[in-house]
């Protein structure tokens, strides 16, 4: 996991009473007072020193007081400090998974997150073992490779093409050939532009590597090229990748959207696929490797600065997708760390190797 790099001057003893803040924060979802600090501190530290040291927390921006006589609620910079401090310690906790997640991850595989719906079932697992929203974008058609391409003729003029991409995804359009074109110069062109696709990957073909098949101008060439130029028009739509995201209602009764703006800031994010593809994309853009958590104004998408966001990536048949968690500022980050790294391992069960 990558860490945002924010540093921290807190003394060991004001981490240990923001971390209870925090954990208390995220289990009640109220305003903390330092009477509940000191109870859940089991009373090894005096009611006096939270309260200095809470005072001292407030005035460097970890903490923020509602209102006069209220307890304390974390800031973004609380919850940073409390996130940094779990991630730091991450590469030994990662493997004590709790047996709740354990079952039902396994719950999970058995459900059927192999199937052809994998997409589905796996956001719903992770929704499940985060407890909030999930979101499974899976690899782009850009990066699928042509495995075949053949072609039958339906007139003198027209030809029906047909390419097999490596998911198993067929893709089919009728091809117009120049008045005039010999069967044999159209058979021709057909098995040199099928050696010259397979192998290629979408966005090549998109891109029109193919369009001049040959330097040397003949019949056979200028037939195949007519052919690849035809041919991109079976790759011109824009559903180009699978997005899935469930557990929405995991988060609605929580005491932040009381408030409509948050509601509304998330109906924003989530009703355009193409939005939340693009919006996952330029976060991973900055941090390719591991998971990274976005919290609250850190995040530079602005329908997302009233929540926290977990981002990472996984390999499906060597080709990259994008995990996300999704959820309050609030949300039990271990739990969500655990989350990911489970449904990573059963993406390596069931679909293949994950990236690092």
Request: glycine share 8%; net charge positive; proline share 5%.
């Amino acid at each position: 996991m990558s860490e945002n790099g924010r540093k921290t001057s807190l003394d060991p003893r004001s981490l240990d009473i923001l971390d209870a803040i925090v954990r208390l924060n995220i289990e009640t979802g109220r305003a903390v007072s330092s009477g509940l600090v000191e109870r859940f501190m089991q009373r090894q530290v005096s009611s006096a020193t939270i309260r200095s040291v809470m005072k001292n927390l407030e005035r460097d921006g970890f903490l923020d007081q509602p209102h006069t006589s209220a307890g304390r609620l974390p800031t973004d910079a609380g919850f940073r400090a409390f996130v940094d401090r779990l991630l730091a310690g991450w590469s030994l906790q990662r493997h004590e998974t709790p047996l709740s997640l354990r079952r039902m991850a396994d719950q999970g595989l058995m459900s059927g997150v192999g199937t052809h719906d994998r997409f589905k079932a796996l956001a719903r697992l992770l929704s499940r073992l985060t407890d909030n929203i999930s979101i499974i974008v899976g690899p782009t058609i850009e990066s699928l490779r042509a495995v075949r391409v053949e072609f039958y003729p339906r007139s003198l003029r027209r030809v029906l093409m047909v390419v097999v991409l490596d998911n198993a995804e067929v893709r089919t359009g009728l091809v117009d050939l120049p008045e005039d074109t010999p069967a044999s110069v159209v058979e021709e062109a057909a098995r040199l532009l099928s050696d010259r696709v397979r192998g290629r990957t979408v966005g090549e073909l998109r891109k029109g590597v193919l369009d001049r098949v040959d330097l040397v101008g003949t019949p056979v060439t200028r037939c195949a090229s007519n052919l690849a130029r035809s041919g991109r028009e079976l790759f011109t739509d824009s559903g180009d990748v699978e997005i899935e995201f469930e557990g929405v209602g995991n988060i609605l009764e929580e005491p932040e959207f009381h408030d409509p703006e948050p509601l509304k800031a998330l109906i924003r994010f989530m009703e355009s696929p193409h939005h939340i593809r693009d919006a996952l994309g330029r976060l991973d853009s900055v941090s390719p490797k591991g998971f990274r958590v976005w919290i609250g104004r850190e995040n530079p998408v602005g329908e997302l600065r009233k929540f926290s966001l977990l981002t990472g990536r996984f390999d499906l048949d060597g080709r990259p997708g994008l995990l996300a968690v999704l959820g309050p500022r609030r949300m039990s980050y271990q739990r969500a760390f655990h989350g990911m790294e489970i449904l990573r391992r059963v993406i390596v069960e069931t679909q293949g190797p994950v990236a690092s």
